[in-house]
């Protein structure tokens, strides 16, 4: 039995479990965290407000620092980066320079280095220390991650919904299979990700959260009985998937912001339905839905179990609220440990 921090690092906070087999799951540590992004933009602010130029360095990680990077443009103050740190911005390095990025592998006089990362082990071993607490002996953790796709407008959007079409038509839906051990060559984030933790296994944030309601052992009965439908409705991703007898058999996902909750509702509601066109997710700004053949005895999937930051939307539907483990906020964390369970890698 290992202990295993885990990590669901979203747009807006990275939530965290220290998961300790011989202790009570409610007594095991847990984080609730500003999202590494979201530190980077702060330094970033407060090297803007002092006049320095910075240079980006480190691994492709989540670009929630993009405003802060334009705001600290617009000042009048210089930007490079590294080639790999400059993906953590765009797929299109032509882009990145054109925003005023010069591109370096190394820092330029009087600029202030900046490393960029999902996971910082000097910081998580500070932390722990200063709680007492040993240092795991596995890190798995997941990143919400659209994959490299330079191209079009769109690309990114499509080359994502790639992801999930390949778990529906060749990993016949499996749940397990949303955890890797092997990331996609596609999904750059995660590759670095992967690297940073000293290889354990990652998972995209979408993913997570499907198996954080698996997580709990009366919505597992309840989706072998009948479909059920769960959705997570995150900072930047609404991701919604059809589930029966322990097999995803439809997957649909938006941009959050682009759609108000009655809007988001009736696209959710043909989803179920198996009337709702890919074509109009992915021109309304969202990635698409795929479905597969649904059997009879699944039902109408009508009982939905709504997580994520933003859930709230949802509230006046027909939907339940679930807290795998005890807790919301960590849905994706329980979700990363169910995924081990199916795997036979936790108990």
Not at 103 to 119: A, K, M, V
Not at 236 to 260: N, S
Not at 298 to 303: E, K, L, R
Request: include cysteine; hydrophobic fraction near 45%; glycine fraction near 10%.
């Amino acid at each position: 039995m290992q202990t295993t921090l885990f990590l669901d690092i979203g747009s807006g906070t990275q939530d965290v479990l220290l998961h300790r087999p011989e202790t009570a799951l409610e007594n095991c540590p847990k984080f609730v965290l500003p999202t590494p992004a979201k530190v980077v933009a702060a330094r970033l602010k407060a090297l803007t407000a002092a006049g320095r130029h910075v240079w980006l360095h480190g691994r492709n990680m989540g670009g929630g620092f993009g405003r802060a990077l334009d705001a600290h443009l617009r000042s009048g103050l210089r930007a490079a980066a590294t080639r790999s740190a400059a993906f953590s911005l765009g797929d299109d390095l032509t882009r990145i320079e054109k925003m005023g990025v010069v591109l370096t592998e190394t820092c330029p006089p009087d600029h202030e280095p900046l490393e960029l990362t999902d996971f910082d082990p000097a910081f998580w071993r500070r932390l722990l220390d200063a709680a007492g607490l040993a240092w795991p002996e596995r890190i798995v953790a997941a990143a919400q991650d659209h994959g490299f796709h330079p191209g079009g407008p769109g690309s990114n959007r499509r080359g994502r919904f790639r992801f999930w079409e390949r778990l529906l038509l060749e990993s016949h839906g499996r749940p397990e299979d949303l955890v890797f051990a092997a990331p996609p060559p596609e999904m750059t984030r995660l590759i670095d990700l992967q690297a940073s933790i000293g290889g354990g296994f990652v998972a995209d944030t979408g993913a997570a959260a499907v198996l954080g309601a698996l997580f709990e052992a009366d919505i597992r009965d309840l989706a072998r009985r009948q479909g059920i439908r769960v959705v997570n409705v995150g900072n930047g991703h609404t991701v919604a998937f059809l589930l029966f007898q322990d097999r995803i058999l439809a997957v649909y996902e938006h941009h959050t912001g682009l759609l108000e909750a009655p809007a988001l509702w009736d696209q959710l509601e043909r989803f179920r339905q198996r009337t709702l066109a890919y074509e109009e997710v992915f021109d309304t700004g969202g990635h698409g839905c795929l479905c597969l053949d649904l059997p009879a005895a699944a039902g109408d999937f009508s009982p939905t179990f709504v997580l994520g930051p933003r859930r709230e939307m949802l509230k006046p539907y027909a939907v339940t609220f679930p807290a795998p483990g005890g807790d919301m906020m960590l849905a994706g964390c329980f979700g990363l440990l169910r995924g081990l369970q199916l795997r036979g890698l936790a108990d």
